[in-house]
């Protein structure tokens, strides 16, 4: 029996969500991330600087000191997440897609105008890098992220480094997920 994953176009849900908020800093700025799941980490880092040329700008590390998550810079504005999943059934849960994330000016303001259209979202607050995040989950399960990068933060501190003339892009363009067929 075959499984239909549904079309998500996170680029038209965003926007759909804030057709009706007020013009200014709640407002959605841009494609912020894309996060994967990866089963190793070295593995990925070698993809993404070896054969790609982006940097990594930092990573985010465990209680035990051990790396979880490997950040690589698009640009100013724009990284690729890493993120070690434990299993391969974790890993193949969206497609090995974590989630997808937006940039906003105020995370607050933000919060407020998708809340107010009755959306289900997370509290505001710092995530491990150090900006204010919230999180939404679409219809179909897929977790959005809204970020409001600080200065003080290692997204911040990383401003006009880790972005070689070597990588192979220089910003996302776009971010859809089309609709996949799944057989066991």
Do not use: C, W
């Amino acid at each position: 029996m075959k499984r239909i994953l549904p079309i998500i176009l996170i680029a038209l849900i965003i926007p759909i969500a804030f057709a009706q908020a007020p013009t200014g800093p709640a407002r959605i700025t841009g494609a912020a991330h894309m996060a994967y799941y990866v089963t190793d980490l070295a593995k990925a880092r070698s993809y993404y600087h070896d054969f790609l040329g982006f940097e990594e700008a930092f990573t985010l590390k465990n209680p035990d000191g051990s790396e979880h998550v490997a950040v690589m810079k698009i640009n100013d504005h724009q990284y690729i997440k890493l993120i070690l999943s434990t299993t391969e059934e974790t890993a193949k849960s969206h497609g090995f897609l974590h989630d997808a994330g937006f940039e906003t000016a105020d995370a607050k303001a933000a919060h407020t105008a998708i809340a107010a259209l009755g959306v289900k979202t997370t509290d505001v607050a710092k995530d491990q890098a150090g900006d204010l995040v919230f999180q939404v989950t679409d219809p179909y399960g897929f977790q959005i992220e809204i970020v409001q990068y600080l200065p003080d933060s290692m997204t911040g501190k990383s401003k006009g480094k880790f972005m070689p003339a070597t990588q192979l892009a220089a910003k996302i363009d776009h971010l859809a997920f089309a609709n996949q067929e799944v057989r066991p």
